[in-house]
């Protein structure tokens, strides 16, 4: 995992260098006041030499001033690096989602990923930073002033760093117990940011049924599991914070006397105690460094482990034998396919049949029968277990994913726009389509005209998930855009069923207009809907049990003349 870590600093090895450079100028820079201090009181004030006591104050201003300009650089450009970092996390992860398959968006709340590419990266930035910085400078400093003090007394600066073991083991043994309280930190916050994200997306829900108490009650519940993670971690980390600064404070003490005791005896004089005092003092401000890595290295390792754990996730893969899909006819074959959600109950087990090109082919059935699975095996969003697909007599394992999905259209009951323009969201079907394309695809799905009278015309913004358009104008849109990638392949499903009946009808013209010349596979509730289509099968949890035309699965006084004479009579 460190290794994956430190791959990132690859693109930014510039700055890193050049602040490494400047933080361990600055490192030097803080060791020549001691000294400076040492002999002025030693040699320049005694021996009233005044003149070079002024020189090297004037030396020692002169490097604080570049000490200046150095920290600039090392806050700046160090903060720099440390977003940029996080920018190519950010790249690679959400590239990574787009490849990953359906079931892991299944398995995965939305709330808790957008915490995991925001919150947990922000902190791996802030290590990305800091953590090699605040290494580097503590070790020059400790190594430096180590030195330092032994040109002083090296008995003294024994007694000094006798505790740095002490405060290792403190860190050593809080170690783990911090990686946990963060880790169960940041599962508790996607927890929260999922049922935000939740309760937000679904607030005009939440508003019709009058459901604000248990919204805030499932708001609190995970609010407080927060609250609970948080006191772990904040207990822990007071244990180390106290933990070491009290080590700290002791070594002050130790210094003070055992300093006290070596200027008594004669050992050391009065400005080798001063800068041995004030050495210590550089001697603490790596070890706090370091103290604070501890805890920054926890929170980001464990921002770290959760984004490894996305970009392991195995990817959606093609064969390696795989083909783009050109020249699509539209002829669709199923042969004995099964397929479970999981280790759960087989939803399509066995299923046998075929779409001639052009075909329009409608399947209805109770709920739970399989129709939106079948839909879904089409385009490979879920793989099969057993069976095939073929498209054109060519099984579809055989074409990649992106080729053959540019060869399908889809329009589903559960709209989703894009925040954006009307525009926007049309020219999702196809990119580099011009504007009169555009138009054209609007008009065909019965848009344009609204579109046109709207004071922005197709500039006109949708809102979150289309939320300032009426149900019918956001299926229209999603035909119109539809209709601009003019794929062979068709699948509708239930794309009228929660319209009203003036909007239905309306839609199913564009329905009718954009399946003209197209294989289209069509999952239906209304059976007034599919009356026209070439062949209807029906499908349960038991699988196929019947399949014609209308008229003729009407004769049979079946399953679907069942269904149909609930809908139509009372």
């Keep these: 995992m460190l290794k994956r870590f430190i791959s990132y600093y690859k693109p930014v ?7 490494m450079l400047c933080a361990f100028a600055v490192a030097v820079c803080d060791l020549f006041y001691p000294m400076i201090t ?8 005694p021996n009233q030499k005044f003149q070079l006591m002024i020189t090297w104050l004037v030396v020692l201003g002169l490097i604080y001033i570049l000490k200046l300009g150095l920290n600039y650089y090392i806050t700046y450009y ?24 359906f079931v892991f968006f299944d398995e995965n709340k939305t709330g808790s990923l957008s915490s995991r590419i925001i919150n947990d990266l922000m902190d791996i930035s802030e290590l990305a930073h800091h953590g090699p910085e605040d290494l580097f400078i503590s070790l020059v400093m400790l190594v430096g002033s180590f030195i330092m003090l032994s040109t002083i007394n090296l008995p003294l600066s024994l007694i000094v760093f006798s505790i740095v073991p002490l405060l290792v083991i403190v860190a050593m043994k809080l170690r783990i117990k911090m990686e946990d309280a963060f880790m169960e930190t940041r599962v508790t916050i996607g927890e929260v940011n999922a049922t935000i994200e939740n309760s937000i997306s679904g607030i005009r829900v939440s508003k019709a049924f009058s459901n604000k108490e248990n919204e805030i009650e499932k708001f609190n519940k995970n609010n407080s599991k927060f609250q609970e993670a948080r006191k772990k971690a904040y207990k822990v980390m007071a244990e180390f914070h106290v933990g070491s600064s009290f080590i700290l404070d002791i070594l002050n003490i130790v210094v003070l006397s055992a300093g006290a005791i070596f200027f008594f005896m004669g050992i050391i004089n009065f400005g080798d105690f001063a800068a041995f005092l004030l050495y210590i003092g550089i001697f603490l401000n790596p070890i706090r460094k370091l103290v604070n890595f501890v805890e920054q290295y926890q929170s980001g390792k464990s921002g770290f482990k959760r984004f490894v754990e996305i970009m392991d996730r195995e990817i959606e893969k093609d064969d390696p034998s795989a083909v783009d899909i050109y020249d699509v006819n539209g002829e669709i074959s199923f042969k004995d396919v099964s397929f479970a959600y999981d280790d759960n109950k087989e939803v399509l087990k066995d299923i046998t049949f075929d779409i001639e090109e052009g075909k329009t082919v409608a399947f209805v059935g109770p709920s739970g029968g399989g129709k939106t699975t079948l839909c879904h095996l089409i385009p490979r969003f879920y793989e099969i277990e057993e069976g095939s697909i073929s498209i054109d007599n060519i099984d579809i394992r055989k074409f990649t994913r992106r080729s053959l999905r540019k060869n399908i259209g889809i329009v589903q009951q559960d709209v989703f726009l894009f925040t954006g323009t009307i525009l926007e969201n049309i020219q999702y079907g196809k990119f580099e389509a011009t504007k009169e394309e555009v138009y054209q695809a609007a008009k065909n799905a019965n848009i344009h005209d609204f579109i046109m009278s709207l004071p922005e015309g197709y500039e006109t913004y949708v809102g979150e998930r289309g939320a300032k358009l009426s ?12 209709f601009l990638k003019n794929p062979p392949i068709l699948i509708l499903d239930e794309a009228t069923s929660a319209l009203d009946n ?18 289209t596979v069509v999952v239906a509730h209304r059976l007034s809907t599919i009356k026209n289509a070439d062949e209807i099968i029906i499908l349960t949890d038991q699988g196929i049990q019947e399949k014609g035309e209308h008229q003729e699965l009407l004769e049979k006084n079946g399953f679907y003349a069942e269904l149909y004479n609930s809908q139509f009579i009372n």
């Design 471 to 482: 149900g019918g104008q956001k299926q229209r849109i999603s035909i119109a855009r539809v």
């Design 502 to 519: 003036a909007t239905e009808l309306l839609i199913q013209k564009a329905l009718e207009e954009l399946s003209k010349g197209r294989t």
């Design 78 to 101: 160090g903060h720099i690096m440390g977003v940029k970092m996080q920018a190519h996390m950010r790249k690679d992860i959400f590239e990574h989602l787009q490849d990953l398959p």
């Design 13 to 19: 090895k510039k700055i890193l260098i050049t602040d």
């Design 38 to 45: 040492r002999n002025i009181i030693n040699i320049y004030v």
